[in-house]
């Protein structure tokens, strides 16, 4: 399987960017041919040189991260140009599936929605904390709650949390969604295929068997 990895360019030293370290091994020590996209911004340059440890194809683009923007995540889905941007790398390398980590629900739309108007069908997004609890308490908080919501609601895809709670968290706040899964061991457990063997690799630390539906 070809899998392309979107990165939301949030830090240098983010633990998200740590995950999808971990996860790209993974999903290439299983077989996948893994491609990833990061930004030129220079503090990516950490995360680029790990990537290339691992020998996979990486793609530098000039784009821009949440914490770039004044407006946040409103600007995000409003910059229809890198939006469309986005859309022409997903198309050019043509993946089976394409993974965005978007660290919380407000990072990471615009990647999102690139990924989802591209012809790419299999989309999937990585929450590790969704944020929704403090949300109405938040500058805008009931602005931030309605637009949140309309935009997760006419922009359906999979929801991968690290934690059974992040993933409360969001239904709870996100009523109407139900595309939503938990993360292990690195990688989305969406169908095992032998539960014994899986509980043996685990306790030895290995990398399991899997695939994604």
Same mark, same amino acid.
């Given at each position: 399987?070809?899998?392309?990895?979107?990165?939301?360019?949030?830090?240098?030293?983010?633990?998200?960017?740590?995950?999808?370290?971990?996860?790209?091994?993974?999903?290439?020590?299983?077989?996948?041919?893994?491609?990833?996209?990061?930004?030129?911004?220079?503090?990516?340059?950490?995360?680029?040189?790990?990537?290339?440890?691992?020998?996979?194809?990486?793609?530098?683009?000039?784009?821009?991260?949440?914490?770039?923007? *004044?407006?946040? @995540?409103? +600007?995000?889905?409003?910059?229809?140009?890198?939006?469309?941007?986005? =859309?022409? !790398?997903? &198309?050019?390398?043509?993946?089976?599936?394409?993974?965005?980590?978007?660290?919380?629900?407000?990072?990471?739309?615009?990647?999102?929605?690139?990924?989802?108007?591209?012809?790419?069908?299999?989309?999937?997004?990585?929450?590790?904390?969704?944020?929704?609890?403090?949300?109405?308490?938040?500058?805008?908080?009931?602005?931030?709650?309605?637009?949140?919501?309309?935009?997760?609601?006419?922009?359906?895809? *999979?929801?991968? @949390?690290? +934690?059974?709670?992040?993933?409360?968290?969001?239904?709870?706040?996100? =009523?109407? !969604?139900? &595309?939503?899964?938990?993360?292990?061991?690195?990688?989305?457990?969406?169908?095992?295929?032998?539960?014994?063997?899986?509980?043996?690799?685990?306790?030895?630390?290995?990398?399991?068997?899997?695939?994604?539906?």
């Amino acid at each position: 399987m070809k899998i392309l990895i979107f990165s939301s360019n949030s830090s240098s030293r983010g633990g998200g960017e740590r995950f999808l370290i971990n996860l790209a091994k993974s999903l290439k020590d299983l077989g996948n041919n893994v491609e990833i996209v990061l930004s030129t911004n220079k503090y990516m340059d950490t995360w680029s040189r790990e990537f290339e440890e691992l020998n996979l194809n990486i793609h530098r683009y000039n784009l821009k991260a949440l914490v770039q923007r *004044k407006l946040r @995540f409103v +600007s995000a889905i409003l910059d229809f140009y890198q939006i469309k941007k986005l =859309k022409d !790398i997903c &198309n050019q390398i043509m993946p089976n599936l394409i993974i965005v980590n978007q660290q919380y629900d407000e990072d990471g739309l615009d990647y999102i929605k690139g990924a989802l108007s591209s012809k790419i069908s299999n989309v999937i997004g990585f929450i590790h904390m969704p944020m929704t609890n403090s949300k109405k308490d938040r500058p805008l908080g009931l602005l931030r709650m309605k637009l949140l919501k309309s935009w997760y609601y006419k922009n359906p895809y *999979k929801v991968v @949390f690290c +934690s059974e709670g992040s993933k409360t968290e969001f239904k709870n706040f996100y =009523k109407k !969604i139900d &595309n939503v899964f938990v993360v292990n061991n690195s990688i989305p457990l969406f169908k095992v295929r032998d539960y014994n063997d899986y509980y043996k690799r685990r306790k030895n630390c290995d990398i399991i068997n899997l695939t994604f539906v």
